[in-house]
């Protein structure tokens, strides 16, 4: 295989224009131009087997991108490419490029991948085909052919060539959904029928009582019709989104609380960013509440885009729906599924949970970064699930490499972090990422008071749906949050900016 030249090619823009060119190569504001004005779907550049396909474009108020992902030999790159950002004051590229060597036939067939992740999941089902992808490995400049071998709950990861178990990501915990007695969604009721985990259909429920049977693409279109009930004529009849929550709290207090949750995180998206539902489009929200028995969790099922709460064991959680950041954390999870898709296990987990705890709070509008303090009834281990002020007040668990759960202070600064061994399974808190969340989750703390709220909010939205990727890491994450602050703030910003990744080491000392 001849070695990539991409990655020489891309390093810098100039080089990078010039490569993509027959000529001398355009300006960095022609090809901007370009993207904008043409952004149908095209090869940027291809040599050597590798090329870059056009993706999709990102467009908020201060920042517009057009995203071009990478792949070698056809197949994806996860979390390399390259991105044109502009604004009226302001044009950049940002390539987020991995060097590719490898032999992209796998060395074992997906059927056998197949088998060997059944025998990994024995508890979880086969769902569809494996794909192949590309994963870089940051540490060694290399990269590995995986699988990803899609589940029921989950997708493992294997090497297409060596067939090792790299990780297998599940959504946060083993909530079982089986024992799912209502949900609420925009005023209408819902009872899903889960098959374990899966979302098979649902029956709609008004007020009068009338339920109907739906399958799961009826069901979620019902859901989108925003705070309408059936009549008795089996019509939908718009009532305002107030008498939804209170004529919903006379049935269910669990789902009149979640509905509200929803509505106030959907209101934190519109107002922060003029964002429309987690997925741009209005997409309204799913809840499930009384999910599990006596769960003391709260989960983003990611395969059905929806929010399961648990009502609490009464000893240590109370019902979950009490916890406005907790529902707007789970939320986050969405929205982060929605933008740059970070994958749930080492340091890109670890980022995910941190955003989400960060969204949370901000969204719940209380004045305080005690994450989850209100549904915490046992408080050995803290008052909170985590503290993003004072990280270190509250305990977490991490799992060594010999799989120990180890209780210790949660970090705030990268050296303090939990080590990660492969796999990433749930085993192991898919490599420790609730503990080493609060190393982000104290940045955009610290963030927030250099900044202000609304610079560093609004900083932290645009790295994650502009800039971050799947695979993005602690320092991926670092630089794009300086070259987001380039593009949107002032330089002296910037510099607060740099200093809070330092005193984190989300920026690592030379
Ligand atoms: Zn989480």
Redesign the pocket.
């Given at each position: 295989m001849k070695p990539a030249k991409l990655l020489v090619l891309l390093v810098s823009a100039s080089l990078s224009l010039q490569a993509c060119s027959k000529k001398t190569g355009p300006s960095l504001a022609e090809i901007t131009a370009q993207v904008q004005n043409s952004p149908a779907a095209k090869t940027l550049f291809a040599q050597d087997g590798n090329s870059l396909e056009y993706f999709h474009g990102v467009q908020d108020d201060s920042l517009h991108t057009e995203k071009f992902k990478h792949r070698f030999n056809g197949v994806e790159v996860l979390g390399s490419g390259v991105d044109f950002h502009s604004n009226d004051s302001f044009q950049g590229i940002t390539p987020h490029l991995s060097s590719v060597t490898l032999d992209t036939s796998p060395s074992f067939d997906a059927s056998t991948a197949k088998q060997i992740a059944q025998s990994l999941e024995p508890k979880s089902a086969l769902q569809g085909e494996p794909t192949l992808k590309i994963l870089p490995q940051k540490n060694t400049q290399t990269a590995r052919l995986i699988y990803i071998v899609p589940m029921q709950d989950r997708e493992v990861l294997l090497d297409a060539h060596t067939k090792q178990h790299i990780a297998t990501i599940a959504d946060?915990d083993n909530l079982s959904a089986s024992n799912v007695k209502s949900a609420a969604s925009q005023g209408i009721f819902v009872t899903p029928k889960f098959n374990d985990s899966d979302l098979q259909g649902c029956e709609l429920k008004s007020l009068a009582g009338i339920v109907e049977d739906l399958s799961v693409n009826t069901c979620k279109e019902r859901i989108s019709e925003s705070c309408q009930i059936l009549n008795s004529n089996k019509e939908a009849q718009s009532i305002n989104a107030q008498n939804c929550v209170d004529a919903d709290e006379s049935i269910d207090a669990s789902a009149a609380r979640a509905q509200k949750n929803a509505s106030i995180y959907l209101n934190y998206l519109q107002l922060s960013f003029h964002r429309d539902g987690l997925d741009g489009q209005g997409t309204n929200i799913l809840s499930v509440v009384h999910a599990g028995q006596e769960s003391n969790n709260a989960k983003w099922i990611r395969k059905n885009k929806l929010l399961a709460y648990g009502d609490g064991d009464g000893v240590h959680f109370s019902d979950m729906t009490f916890g406005v950041d907790i529902a707007a954390?789970?939320l986050t999870?969405g929205l982060v599924q929605e933008t740059a898709g970070l994958l749930g296990i080492g340091e890109s987990g670890a980022l995910n949970?941190s955003l989400?705890d960060f969204f949370g709070k901000l969204a719940e509008g209380n004045e305080d970064w005690k994450f989850g303090k209100s549904v915490v009834l046992d408080k050995s281990n803290g008052d909170a699930i985590r503290d993003l002020q004072n990280p270190g007040s509250v305990k977490e668990v991490y799992f060594d490499s010999l799989l120990n759960a180890v209780v210790a202070p949660a970090p705030s600064k990268r050296s303090s972090a939990a080590p990660m061994v492969e796999p990433c399974t749930p085993d192991n808190d898919s490599c420790s990422v609730h503990f080493n969340a609060t190393i982000p989750g104290h940045t955009w703390y610290l963030l927030y008071v250099s900044l202000g709220k609304s610079k560093a909010e609004q900083l932290v939205y645009l790295a994650l749906t502009h800039y971050f990727t799947e695979v993005t890491d602690f320092t991926d994450a670092a630089k794009d949050i300086i070259d987001a602050c380039k593009a949107t703030l002032t330089s002296d910003d910037c510099d607060q900016v740099k200093a809070v990744l330092s005193a984190t080491e989300m920026v690592k000392a030379e």
């Open positions: 946060h954390h789970e999870h949970e989400a």
